[in-house]
Structures are given as structure tokens and as C-alpha cells.
């Protein structure tokens, strides 16, 4: 009772009535409470005399005609301390689910309860697997009925549960020898407000996020200390122009850029947003590759200086589309360069105050006022609940409207359309796409649709293509006009920045971009009910190699917006990763890739779930929406390690004691490594790099025990791809200081030759440093080329090319001859004589 924040409880049993049967009250307040204070209920209950029994009895364990749950990772993504992790196996029959549950050996002693709430709350932990009613939105228990302990102090039980209503469960626990311990007859469940709600369980977490612009914390030490340039022009009268990056020499420069001020006057004035769009983010890319193409002076940045590219507060402007596109594009650079590139949005006329306004640890801010605001993601107040009325019609299928979905019979297309005609009762769908007709399963989806009761019509087309698209749209019936459009086609094609090319830039730009601007501007007048764009939450928080695909879904967050500021309808969902097993993502969820997803605080979002945030998304009165399911990433210690637009969001767990003979896997801090590092001498120094590159790779592997890691192993046996490598070359360039080439981690081959390099770089003893290449890196090996022969080999289309981008740009000498996807497989390499040529060869 002495700690802050510290509870009373009081359990009220009352007098016996005629029955026998006692009333029962849980009460609480603050344990400094004074004497008059109230308490507040909880509970309330009844204790009647007598045994309640729920049936049990199983002749072998685990019961037989069962399907084993995978529950790697669930802890994982939970808050859930030591103690309360006792679910150690699961297994499911129809509505029921069988489950092992354990106490930890740090619990407190099992005898001391009746049963102890560790293991109850790894019994509610195994009702997750049960089909409820509205289990994706999170459950909570609500009421027991019938509950008896059999017996005391066990400390291993053997749990079924069985679905007993559409949000009830009953609950039968027994001791390994087949005893009786608990019995629940009914435990009644209801949704949490998932948008409130940040708790343990994925499920429970599923939310709607807006972003806000809020002060930046105060004390934090500004970064922007040396001299400052501008280039071309001087908008910011600094004193000083640049005709060229080359001229940056001196330590700590900040070259200032304007955003849609016409740098080298490459930017279309004038033209429509998508054509602005194409041209600003082709000229930015161009300037990006040419600051981390040449040697910079330590500590020296790009800023980009916007003026109204952000709606940071009440009474802004709308975003502008285009200018957001660059801002993404950049926003991608700083994931994989950290501390390269700075982003800065201005009012119109405001001078730069930049000696104050450049946070250490905030890439992206915006002024106002003379106030330093800063991006972050926060809960969406649910809308408020409506007794009678009936959900709004949002796509005007009363009417007899037609509803136009782009990429219709893609994964997301198809799964929407069903959710139309089910949910919102849409009868009339015009599914259009690059094959229309002649695209995977989209007979089989029309038949479906068909017998859902909706007329479907496939159509082959290029959204993009604003004649084509004007010709699609003037053939809907004018007894069935078009009502709603939901923009769901796009394209991937990932790589890094330094290896985006225009022409692959311009490749993702297109199909969501170009077609979703001709889309706006084609129906703008026709009255529709809903224009929903989906878009993805890279473009909110950006992830490192999907630069393309982070601007072009910036620009349809910013579309949303500008719609939205002159009365139309819109709505833009930046989904998080949906966990499908096909389609646009489907090729990325490996283990890794999932961890991937992971690591930057969101999980997968499950189908029906990600359905039911749309239709929650349609009744909120804003235009930009995130959809996601949060998750604490396994390696996030410290509030400093999470994504800055994601503070708000994601808490860092307690620290645990390890095991003997392993350690957590992030027993090296990054943010202190520096000063710790030269406190150490030399065979102590060798043991902490090792240390921090071994935490860093566990982390980014999803291992909770750097033990899993063995540092002698190739980076590729250690389930490394093109995407967590740029992920540990950040993490140890943030943790180093050093500039670390972009081809270090492949180049270096394992953890422990990686080690090598950096204890040469920082200067520690021992150790010849590295051979350099033309890459800046130690001496060409054959990881990179090893890294795409075995994503070829064991079929990962997606990212062997990825790979063989990666090599084209990293390896002048290479040649790549052909586009993977363009060829059947299999497909062979071969290397030709110097200088190497990629040759790839259908068999």
C-alpha cells in the first residue's frame, strides 16, 4: 500500500438468505483513499452451497481426432509477464479446445491458492481458439455462472473448453491424473472497445489510428548545429548557395532543398497531380542517389524544407497529393540512411528558425506558429452507438447502384466485393482489372457473387488509362449509376533506394496513383455515396525498400484529404499487412517477413477483422485511416527503439532475467553502445560488438534468446533477406556511428566476420582492417551472389529479383540480362568471365 498507484480490494460476502445462497460484492479504491471515500464495484455475485461439475473425461491426452495450435510467437506478441505465460499447448474438434497449461517456475508457490491466477488466465489465454461471435474484436470475460474449485494447489492442469452459445464457453479443468480442479458451466464473453483497448493479445488490439500532430517534447537537443546551405535557389536566406552537392565539405552541413519550389526547375508547374507527381518524385530520387552516390562530411544532411505538404493542424490546408508523394519517397531514405536526410514543413511565408527546429530523433516535423509539432499515430474514438437505426447504406446499394472495384479480382478486391454484397447488400459490382475475365479464379468468383444475389461484370481494363477509364465508366447503365468506387489494385516492386530505378518507380506510381487522380477527377460530379482508396500503412510510418510503393500510397492519403476538403466523399484505409496466403503481400510473409512486419510494432491482420474496421472506417468523419493490429515487437526495450510515429502506441516490455547460459536479445543497448564501447579495453570491446550484432540479428529474426544465433553461420543459413540485412546495417550504424557501406552485412558473410569490420572501423586493437571494394565494403565475396542463387532455389520469385536489383546497383560489373519475372521457371544462373555478366536461362 506504500507504492504510488497502489489498490485496495475488499470481497464482501453477505449473510445467508433462506436458501442458503450468499450475495457477493469485489469493491476497490486507492489505497491512500480517506476513510469517506468510496469504492467502486466490480462485481457482483452469488455463492450457493453444493458442487456444480462440468463433464471431462478423456481415456488419452491429447484427446484423439484433434488438430495440434501453433502458438509459436504468442507470448511473443503479448505484454504478458513471466508468470502469466502457463499455455503450453493447445488443441482443437469442432467448437472445442483442449489445452495444457503449466506455472512457471518464478510463480509464486501453488499451494498458497485455491488455484492460482496465473493458471486461470492461461486458461482464458486458450479461449482465444474458440469460434465465438465477434472474437476478432477482442473478448473479455463478462459473467461466470456455475463455477466450482474441485481442489487446491495444482500447478499443471488440463483444460476443455466448449463453445455453449455464440460469446459462451464452458470450462472443465482437471490435474494430470484426470482429477477434477475447476468447472465453469458458463462464462459469457463481450467485445472490447478494440480502439481503446491496447492490452495483451493481438486480437485485442486490432485498431483504427488517426494520425495527429502534437508539440514535440521539450528538452530534446536539437541536431541542426552546423553551417547551413541551400540548393539552387536561396528561399531560406541562409547566405550561401549550392550549384552542386559536390561542394559540401564541411563537417555537420545542412543543405537545404525546397520541396515544389522548382528545384533545377524539374518540378511540372502546373500540370494535373498525377503528372506533378511523376516528374517531383523522378527529380527527387535523382538528388537522394546522388547525396548517398558521393563521400559527405560526417554529421552533414539533406533537409527538405515543404510548405504545406502536411495538414499538421485545425484550419491547414488539405495535404497537398503530390508534395506527399515526395515526402514518402524521402521518408523511405531516412529508414535506410539514418540521420542523411531531415524533413521539414513550413507555413507559407514562415521563415526557418532551423537552428530550433530539427529534434535529434525526429525525421519528420512541421512548424507552426514558430512551434515544433511532430507525427503520431493514436487511437480513433469509435462512433458513438446507435440504438435502432439500421448501419447507413454506405455504397447506395438501396438504390440499385453500381459499385466499381479496381483490382476486383485480386486477393483484397475479392474479399471485398463478398463483404459488399453480404454486408452492405451491394447487388451491382463492376469488378475491373488488368485481365478482367481472364484473371486467376475470376469465373469461379463471379459464380459465387451470383449465387450471393449480386450481377457481377468483369472487366478488362487499365484504370490508369484515363480514356479507357472514361470508356469504362460511360458504359454503367444509367438505371444502376455508379454509387461507390474502391481503389484496391496495385502493384510491388521492392528495393532500395539506391537501386530504384525511374522506370520502377514510375511502375508502382502508375497503377495507383495516375489511376486513382483519373478516378477522383472522372466522378468527382456524379454523386457518389463512397470513393474508398486502399492504401497501405507504409505510407504513414514507410518501411525500408518500398520506396515506390510508400509514395504512391502517400498520395492517395493526401487524395483523401483534398476530397474530403471540398465535400466528397472519401476515405482512405492505410491497412496494415493482411494475413493472406496469396496475392500482392502473399509472397512476403515467410517467417521473416512476418517478423519483418513485426518488428515495426503492427502484426497481420486477420481478414474478417481487417472487413469489420472498413465498415467501422466508413461511419468515422475522417478522411485518413489506419487499420492495423498492434504488436510489441520481441527486441523493443526501450521507449527509444519504437518507431517515432508509433510512441504513442507501443509500450516497451519489462526487462526479464535470462536463463543461464543465454541472454536476452538485446543485452547490448545501441543507444549508449558508443560510450560503453570506449570504456571497455580491446578483448572486451571484441566481446561487446559481437554482443550488439548478435542481439541486433536475434531481434530482427524474431528470437527472444541470442543463444539461437550462432555467429559463425552465413548471414543467408541465419534466415536473413535483402530487408532485415538494410534493417541491421541501420540499427548498427545508429548504435556505431559509422556510415556503414550499403553491402556490409551480405559482404561481411557471418556475425562474427561482421564483428571484424567494425572493431576495425572504430579503432579497436587487433584485427588488420578489411580490403574495400568499389562499394565502399571489405572484399567482394560470393554472399550476394550466394544470397540470390538460394532465393531462386527455393523459389522466392519475388525476392530473388529483389536480390538481383540489389546486386545491379551494389556490383557495377554485373549485368542483369533479364527480368526474372518474365521468364518460366525453373531458371538457371551462370557467370561469365570478368566483368560478370548475370545470365538468367529458362530451362
Same mark, same amino acid.
Given at each position: 500500500?506504500?507504492?504510488?498507484? =497502489?489498490?485496495?480490494?475488499?470481497?464482501?460476502?453477505?449473510?445467508?438468505?433462506?436458501?442458503?445462497?450468499? /450475495?457477493?460484492?469485489?469493491?476497490?479504491?486507492?489505497?491512500?483513499?480517506?476513510?469517506?471515500?468510496?469504492?467502486?464495484?466490480?462485481?457482483?455475485?452469488?455463492?450457493? /452451497?453444493?458442487?456444480?461439475?462440468?463433464? $471431462?473425461?478423456?481415456?488419452?491426452?491429447?484427446?484423439?481426432?484433434?488438430?495440434?495450435?501453433?502458438?509459436?510467437?504468442?507470448?511473443?506478441?503479448?505484454?504478458? %509477464?513471466?508468470?502469466?505465460?502457463?499455455?503450453?499447448?493447445?488443441?482443437?474438434?469442432?467448437?472445442?479446445?483442449?489445452?495444457?497449461?503449466?506455472?512457471?517456475?518464478? =510463480?509464486?508457490?501453488?499451494?498458497?491458492?485455491?488455484?492460482?491466477?496465473?493458471?486461470?488466465?492461461?486458461?482464458?489465454?486458450?479461449?482465444?481458439?474458440?469460434?465465438?461471435?465477434?472474437?476478432?474484436?477482442?473478448?473479455?470475460?463478462?459473467?461466470?455462472?456455475?463455477?466450482?474449485?474441485?481442489?487446491?494447489?495444482?500447478?499443471?492442469?488440463?483444460?476443455?473448453?466448449?463453445?455453449?452459445?455464440?460469446?459462451?464457453?464452458?470450462?472443465?479443468?482437471?490435474?494430470?491424473?484426470?482429477?477434477?480442479?475447476?468447472?465453469?458451466?458458463? #462464462?459469457?464473453?463481450?467485445?472490447?472497445?478494440?480502439?481503446?483497448?491496447?492490452?495483451?493479445?493481438?486480437?485485442?488490439?486490432?485498431?483504427?489510428?488517426?494520425?495527429?500532430?502534437?508539440?514535440?517534447?521539450?528538452?530534446?537537443?536539437? &541536431?541542426?548545429?552546423?553551417?547551413?546551405?541551400?540548393?539552387?535557389?536561396?528561399?531560406?536566406?541562409?547566405?550561401?548557395?549550392?550549384?552542386?552537392?559536390?561542394?559540401?565539405?564541411?563537417?555537420?552541413?545542412?543543405?537545404?532543398?525546397?520541396?515544389?519550389?522548382?528545384?533545377?526547375?524539374?518540378?511540372?508547374?502546373?500540370?494535373?497531380?498525377?503528372?506533378?507527381?511523376?516528374?517531383?518524385?523522378?527529380?527527387?530520387?535523382?538528388?537522394?542517389?546522388?547525396?548517398?552516390?558521393?563521400?559527405?562530411?560526417?554529421?552533414?544532411?539533406?533537409?527538405?524544407?515543404?510548405?504545406?505538404?502536411?495538414?499538421?493542424?485545425?484550419?491547414?490546408?488539405?495535404?497537398?497529393?503530390?508534395?506527399?508523394?515526395?515526402?514518402?519517397?524521402?521518408?523511405?531514405?531516412?529508414?535506410?540512411?539514418?540521420?542523411?536526410?531531415?524533413?521539414?514543413?513550413?507555413?507559407?511565408?514562415?521563415?526557418?528558425?532551423?537552428?530550433?527546429?530539427?529534434?535529434?530523433?525526429?525525421?519528420?516535423?512541421?512548424?507552426?506558429?514558430?512551434?515544433?509539432?511532430?507525427?503520431?499515430?493514436?487511437?480513433?474514438?469509435?462512433?458513438?452507438?446507435?440504438?435502432?437505426?439500421?448501419?447507413?447504406?454506405? $455504397?447506395?446499394? +438501396?438504390?440499385?447502384?453500381?459499385?466499381?472495384?479496381?483490382?476486383?479480382?485480386?486477393?483484397?478486391?475479392?474479399?471485398?466485393?463478398?463483404?459488399?454484397?453480404?454486408?452492405?447488400?451491394?447487388?451491382?459490382?463492376?469488378?475491373?482489372?488488368?485481365?478482367?475475365?481472364? &484473371?486467376?479464379?475470376?469465373?469461379?468468383?463471379?459464380?459465387? #457473387?451470383?449465387?450471393?444475389?449480386?450481377?457481377?461484370?468483369?472487366?478488362?481494363?487499365?484504370? =490508369?488509362?484515363?480514356?479507357?477509364?472514361?470508356?469504362? #465508366?460511360?458504359?454503367?447503365?444509367?438505371?444502376?449509376?455508379?454509387?461507390?468506387?474502391?481503389?484496391? +489494385?496495385?502493384?510491388?516492386?521492392?528495393?532500395?533506394?539506391?537501386?530504384?530505378?525511374?522506370?520502377?518507380?514510375?511502375?508502382?506510381?502508375?497503377?495507383?496513383?495516375?489511376?486513382?487522380?483519373?478516378?477522383?477527377?472522372?466522378?468527382?460530379?456524379?454523386?457518389?455515396?463512397?470513393?474508398?482508396?486502399?492504401?497501405?500503412?507504409?505510407?504513414?510510418?514507410?518501411?525500408?525498400?518500398?520506396?515506390?510503393?510508400? &509514395?504512391?500510397?502517400? $498520395?492517395?492519403?493526401?487524395?483523401?484529404?483534398?476530397?474530403?476538403?471540398?465535400?466528397? /466523399?472519401?476515405?482512405?484505409?492505410?491497412?496494415?499487412?493482411?494475413?493472406?496466403?496469396?496475392?500482392?503481400?502473399?509472397?512476403?510473409?515467410?517467417?521473416?517477413?512476418?517478423?519483418r512486419i513485426r518488428s515495426g510494432g503492427i502484426d497481420l491482420l486477420p481478414r474478417d477483422r481487417a472487413l469489420a474496421l472498413l465498415d467501422t472506417a466508413l461511419e468515422l468523419d475522417t478522411p485518413l485511416v489506419v487499420a492495423t493490429v498492434l504488436a510489441t515487437p520481441p527486441g523493443i526495450v526501450r521507449p527509444d527503439d519504437v518507431p517515432p510515429l508509433m510512441r504513442g502506441l507501443v509500450r516497451a516490455p519489462r526487462r526479464t532475467a535470462s536463463a543461464a547460459g543465454s541472454a536476452p536479445a538485446r543485452s547490448v543497448e545501441p543507444g549508449n553502445f558508443r560510450e560503453h564501447f570506449a570504456s571497455l579495453g580491446a578483448a572486451e570491446q571484441e566481446t561487446a560488438l559481437l554482443d550488439l550484432v548478435?542481439?541486433?540479428?536475434?531481434?530482427?529474426?524474431?528470437?527472444?534468446?541470442?543463444?539461437?544465433?550462432? +555467429?559463425?553461420?552465413?548471414?543467408?543459413?541465419?534466415? $536473413?533477406?535483402?530487408?532485415?540485412?538494410?534493417?541491421?546495417?541501420?540499427?548498427?550504424?545508429?548504435?556505431? %556511428?559509422?556510415?556503414?557501406?550499403?553491402?556490409?552485412?551480405?559482404?561481411?558473410?557471418?556475425?562474427?566476420?561482421?564483428?571484424?569490420?567494425?572493431?576495425?572501423?572504430?579503432?579497436?586493437?587487433?584485427?588488420?582492417?578489411?580490403?574495400?571494394?568499389?562499394?565502399?565494403?571489405?572484399?567482394?565475396?560470393?554472399?550476394?551472389?550466394?544470397?540470390?542463387?538460394?532465393?531462386?532455389?527455393?523459389?522466392?520469385?519475388?525476392?530473388?529479383?529483389?536480390?538481383?536489383?540489389?546486386?545491379?546497383?551494389?556490383?557495377?560489373?554485373?549485368?542483369?540480362?533479364?527480368?526474372?519475372?518474365?521468364?518460366?521457371?525453373?531458371?538457371?544462373?551462370?557467370?561469365?568471365?570478368?566483368?560478370?555478366?548475370?545470365?538468367?536461362?529458362?530451362?
Open positions: 500500500a506504500e507504492r504510488a498507484g =497502489a489498490v485496495a480490494v475488499q470481497v464482501r460476502v453477505g449473510t445467508p438468505e433462506a436458501s442458503g445462497a450468499r /450475495p457477493l460484492g469485489i469493491h476497490s479504491r486507492p489505497a491512500d483513499a480517506a476513510d469517506d471515500e468510496p469504492w467502486t464495484q466490480h462485481a457482483t455475485g452469488v455463492l450457493t /452451497p453444493g458442487e456444480h461439475s462440468v463433464p $471431462f473425461d478423456v481415456p488419452s491426452w491429447p484427446p484423439a481426432d484433434t488438430d495440434p495450435v501453433d502458438l509459436a510467437g504468442f507470448y511473443e506478441r503479448t505484454e504478458y %509477464g513471466p508468470v502469466f505465460q502457463g499455455l503450453r499447448a493447445a488443441w482443437t474438434r469442432g467448437d472445442e479446445v483442449f489445452a495444457e497449461l503449466e506455472l512457471p517456475d518464478r =510463480a509464486d508457490d501453488a499451494a498458497l491458492f485455491g488455484l492460482h491466477p496465473a493458471l486461470l488466465t492461461a486458461a482464458l489465454h486458450a479461449v482465444e481458439y474458440v469460434d465465438l461471435k465477434d472474437a476478432d474484436q477482442g473478448l473479455l470475460p463478462f459473467s461466470w455462472a456455475g463455477v466450482t474449485l474441485h481442489a487446491s494447489g495444482a500447478a499443471r492442469l488440463r483444460v476443455r473448453i466448449a463453445k455453449a452459445g455464440e460469446d459462451t464457453v464452458s470450462l472443465a479443468a482437471v490435474d494430470t491424473t484426470g482429477r477434477p480442479v475447476l468447472s465453469v458451466e458458463a #462464462l459469457a464473453l463481450r467485445p472490447s472497445s478494440a480502439a481503446r483497448l491496447l492490452g495483451p493479445g493481438a486480437a485485442d488490439r486490432a485498431s483504427l489510428l488517426g494520425l495527429e500532430w502534437v508539440p514535440a517534447e521539450p528538452g530534446d537537443a536539437p &541536431a541542426a548545429t552546423g553551417p547551413r546551405v541551400a540548393l539552387g535557389t536561396d528561399p531560406f536566406a541562409t547566405g550561401t548557395t549550392l550549384t552542386s552537392l559536390t561542394e559540401v565539405t564541411e563537417d555537420g552541413t545542412l543543405v537545404l532543398v525546397p520541396l515544389g519550389s522548382g528545384h533545377d526547375a524539374r518540378t511540372a508547374d502546373g500540370g494535373d497531380p498525377a503528372t506533378v507527381t511523376h516528374d517531383t518524385t523522378r527529380a527527387t530520387l535523382a538528388l537522394l542517389q546522388e547525396w548517398l552516390g558521393a563521400p559527405r562530411p560526417t554529421g552533414s544532411r539533406l533537409v527538405f524544407v515543404a510548405r504545406g505538404t502536411v495538414a499538421a493542424r485545425p484550419g491547414d490546408p488539405a495535404a497537398d497529393p503530390a508534395g506527399a508523394a515526395v515526402w514518402g519517397l524521402i521518408r523511405t531514405a531516412q529508414v535506410e540512411h539514418p540521420g542523411a536526410f531531415a524533413l521539414v514543413d513550413l507555413e507559407p511565408g514562415a521563415p526557418l528558425p532551423l537552428d530550433e527546429v530539427l529534434p535529434a530523433d525526429e525525421p519528420q516535423i512541421a512548424v507552426r506558429d514558430g512551434h515544433v509539432l511532430v507525427g503520431r499515430l493514436a487511437p480513433l474514438d469509435p462512433p458513438a452507438a446507435q440504438d435502432g437505426p439500421e448501419r447507413p447504406d454506405a $455504397f447506395g446499394g +438501396a438504390r440499385g447502384g453500381t459499385v466499381l472495384i479496381t483490382g476486383g479480382t485480386g486477393t483484397l478486391g475479392a474479399a471485398t466485393a463478398r463483404h459488399l454484397v453480404t454486408r452492405h447488400g451491394v447487388t451491382r459490382l463492376l469488378l475491373a482489372g488488368r485481365r478482367g475475365p481472364d &484473371a486467376p479464379g475470376a469465373d469461379e468468383l463471379r459464380a459465387e #457473387l451470383a449465387d450471393l444475389g449480386a450481377h457481377v461484370t468483369l472487366a478488362a481494363c487499365d484504370i =490508369a488509362d484515363r480514356d479507357a477509364l472514361a470508356a469504362l #465508366l460511360a458504359a454503367i447503365p444509367a438505371e444502376h449509376p455508379l454509387t461507390g468506387v474502391v481503389h484496391a +489494385a496495385g502493384v510491388l516492386d521492392d528495393t532500395v533506394v539506391t537501386s530504384l530505378t525511374p522506370e520502377r518507380l514510375a511502375a508502382v506510381l502508375r497503377p495507383k496513383v495516375d489511376a486513382a487522380w483519373h478516378l477522383h477527377d472522372l466522378t468527382r460530379d456524379l454523386g457518389l455515396d463512397a470513393f474508398v482508396l486502399y492504401s497501405s500503412i507504409s505510407g504513414v510510418t514507410a518501411r525500408a525498400g518500398q520506396a515506390n510503393y510508400v &509514395a504512391a500510397n502517400s $498520395f492517395l492519403d493526401a487524395l483523401a484529404q483534398h476530397r474530403a476538403a471540398q465535400g466528397l /466523399p472519401a476515405l482512405s484505409v492505410a491497412w496494415g499487412a493482411w494475413d493472406l496466403d496469396n496475392g500482392m503481400a502473399g509472397d512476403l510473409l515467410t517467417d521473416t517477413g512476418r517478423q548478435v542481439a541486433c540479428s536475434a531481434e530482427l529474426l524474431g528470437h527472444t534468446d541470442t543463444a539461437d544465433v550462432d +555467429a559463425d553461420r552465413d548471414f543467408l543459413e541465419l534466415g $536473413f533477406d535483402s530487408l532485415i540485412g538494410i534493417e541491421l546495417r541501420r540499427k548498427l550504424s545508429e548504435a556505431t %556511428g559509422l556510415q556503414l557501406p550499403a553491402s556490409i552485412v551480405y559482404d561481411s558473410g557471418s556475425p562474427s566476420g561482421l564483428t571484424a569490420w567494425l572493431r576495425t572501423e572504430l579503432g579497436a586493437q587487433g584485427g588488420a582492417a578489411p580490403q574495400t571494394g568499389a562499394a565502399g565494403g571489405p572484399a567482394e565475396n560470393d554472399s550476394m551472389e550466394r544470397l540470390f542463387l538460394d532465393g531462386l532455389a527455393q523459389g522466392k520469385l519475388r525476392e530473388a529479383q529483389r536480390m538481383l536489383a540489389t546486386v545491379a546497383a551494389l556490383r557495377p560489373s554485373f549485368e542483369v540480362t533479364a527480368e526474372l519475372e518474365d521468364l518460366p521457371w525453373p531458371v538457371t544462373l551462370a557467370e561469365g568471365p570478368a566483368p560478370s555478366r548475370l545470365i538468367c536461362v529458362s530451362a
